[in-house]
């Protein structure tokens, strides 16, 4: 069963940059499918990025293409999502989410992913 810890988010003026992490508790990190999530009170919970298990693939909600990368390092079970150029309307808890196998394109429902973490805050306000 995977465990996985997110770290990183924090308040940032907008325009800023943060860096989330998220660290995965399974020998068998490099077979998992990784994503970000994030959530606003009142707001479903919407896809944000995703990595294949090689780290080969990726792909970006609309809204944070050109801004947001996500990135892992299976060598250390993790992966990061890298934010730049945040705006107010990017504050939300982030949640990074494991899927077992390759990915498909149903990557971007939050039902398909076999284990989440417990969220990091992240806000932009000046």
């Known amino acids: 069963q995977v465990q996985l810890v997110e770290s990183g988010g924090g308040l940032v003026h907008p325009g800023g940059s943060l860096r989330l992490s998220c660290a995965a508790s399974?020998?068998?990190?490099?077979?998992?499918?990784m994503s970000w999530f994030r959530q606003s009170p009142g707001k479903e919970r919407e896809f944000v990025a995703v990595i294949s298990w090689s780290g080969g693939t990726t792909n970006y909600a609309d809204s944070v293409l050109g801004r947001f990368t996500i990135s892992r390092d299976n060598a250390k079970n993790t992966v990061y999502l890298q934010m730049n150029s945040l705006k107010p309307e990017d504050t939300a808890v982030y949640y990074c989410?494991?899927?077992?196998?390759?990915?498909?394109?149903?990557?971007?429902?939050?039902?398909?992913?076999?284990?989440w973490g417990q969220g990091t805050q992240v806000t932009v306000s000046s």
């Open positions: 989410a494991a899927r077992f196998g390759p990915l498909d394109k149903t990557h971007d429902r939050a039902k398909q992913y076999d284990a």
């Open positions: 399974v020998r068998t990190f490099s077979t998992y499918g």
